[in-house]
């Protein structure tokens, strides 16, 4: 089917340790982003891409880490996860950055460090 | 600094009309987005404004205002599915959204 998929949707891990999401577009958008959801934040951006093998930071990259060798392809990995690091993630892709072309959001991880 | 401002919560009654206000200050301006997030989903698209002036799709209207730094989001008809977050996002100079906390909007019999 196409769309965005982003697994897993719900991952527990320890203070410490390596954990990688995965987030996969079947429209062949150029753009692809990277955001947190946080109780009483907007959607914060952590890192974008506007093509494979580019991208780059956004507001809050610290501790995360990104790549994109294939176009549908857009991993985020959290080196060395803390507690703070707790949130929702959501992948989003779109065709370009400007208007008026919107996002599209996959259903989000939510992401416990304990 | 860039911020977006928008009420954290409203409550309205169904069938009735309501009107979710957002100001916005970025670092440039490609235009405003409105987004749709209901509990535990990810947000989806409602609309985007540019130009100043209203843009009426279906029961659902969104206002610009660009010398204002001011938009709102108009919902008629209002029904209990409509019950979900909204949410504000400028786009900015550097063509990155810039997003507001959210309007929890509580609809009630």
């Known amino acids: 089917d196409a769309g965005i998929t982003q697994s897993p949707r719900y991952k527990i891990t320890e203070t410490g340790r390596q954990v990688t999401l995965m987030c996969h577009q079947t429209?062949?958008?150029?753009?692809m982003f990277w955001y947190r959801q946080d109780l009483g934040h907007g959607l914060r951006l952590i890192y974008y891409?506007?093509?494979?093998?580019?991208?780059d930071k956004g507001e809050v990259p610290d501790g995360y880490v990104v790549s994109r060798s294939k176009t549908e392809n857009f991993p985020l990995t959290l080196e060395s996860a803390t507690r703070s690091q707790t949130s929702v993630y959501f992948c989003?892709?779109?065709?370009?950055?400007?208007?008026?072309?919107?996002?599209?959001f996959g259903p989000g991880t939510r992401l416990t460090v304990t | 600094g860039q911020n977006i401002d928008q009420p954290t919560e409203m409550t309205a009654t169904e069938g009735a009309i309501v009107q979710i206000n957002c100001t916005y200050q970025?670092?440039?301006?490609?235009?405003l987005f409105w987004y749709q997030q209901h509990a535990g989903e990810a947000p989806t698209f409602l609309s985007y404004?540019?130009l100043d002036g209203l843009e009426e799709k279906g029961r659902f209207s969104s206002f610009l205002s660009r010398s204002k730094g001011y938009s709102y989001l108009l919902l008629k008809e209002l029904q209990m599915k409509d019950s979900a977050s909204y949410l504000c996002?400028?786009?900015?100079?550097?063509?990155?959204?810039?997003w507001g906390a959210g309007t929890k909007l509580i609809i009630k019999p």
């Open positions: 404004n540019v």
């Open positions: 989003a892709s779109s065709e370009s950055a400007g208007g008026p072309y919107e996002q599209y």
């Open positions: 429209w062949s958008h150029s753009y």
């Open positions: 970025t670092s440039g301006f490609n235009g």
């Open positions: 996002a400028s786009l900015d100079s550097n063509y990155q959204l810039i």
């Open positions: 891409s506007a093509a494979a093998d580019i991208t």
